[in-house]
């Protein structure tokens, strides 16, 4: 029986989210409450279009010859994908059979309970790579940034590393709330710590937008960061070059 996900929208031709081209999958609902989240609409949970994995490969393999082309796939997204590991499983099982490229762009937003490790360790051998986003270190700041503690996000990120799945490292980049030295230096020994114990190929920084701003608004919520500045160039290479010593 084809697993039912439910899905906020799709993008098929996106470039920024993992290697190649990629056919983007974002899934509805989110257990945390980011104050720049520019899909706030997503974080309802079992919302959003209902697909099966079935449906789902149907669209998917249409851009298959340009996955093929740039070394593209699959990147799945959200809202939180982790909150759907059953339908994640049967979905990338699928890709896997057809050979294509799997990716899965999360928050490590989930507890790892018993049930949740197994799901988890049986996604990640359909799984060619995962990025995570690591949005502070700092548990207060997270928090009130967040809107949830990162301990269980800091596992995740462990759990991933000792299975060898290949891992990305993302940070939003929001001046005066996630770009202080001190916790780009803790974010950095956070990334030697994953790399010691498995493989962290690369590390992102993606600078704050206020592109949600709007969607908050026609929501009918008031948005969290209002004029709240994009980071300069220069700060975007000062976290990057703080952020890569991780990796040394």
Known sequence: MSEI???HSIESFGNVDGPGIRFILFLQGCTLQCKYCHNRDSWKLKQGKEMTVDEVMVEVLK????FDASGGGITV??????IQLPFLIQLFKACKAQGIHTNID??????LTDRNKELLDEL?????LMMLDVKLMDPAGHKEL????NDHILDFGRHVAQSNTPLWIRRVLVPGLSDSEDD???TAAYIKELNQIGTVERIEVLPYHPMGESKWEELGYEYPLKGQRVPTKEEVTRAEEILKTGLS
Request: zero cysteines.
């Open 124 to 128: 990640l051998l359909y799984t060619d």
């Open 5 to 7: 996900g439910y899905v």
């Open 63 to 66: 851009y298959r010859e340009f």
């Open 146 to 149: 967040i809107g949830v503690p």
């Open 77 to 82: 997204s959200g809202g939180e994908p982790m």
């Open 106 to 111: 999360t928050s490590g937003g989930i507890s």
């Open 184 to 186: 780009l230096k803790a």
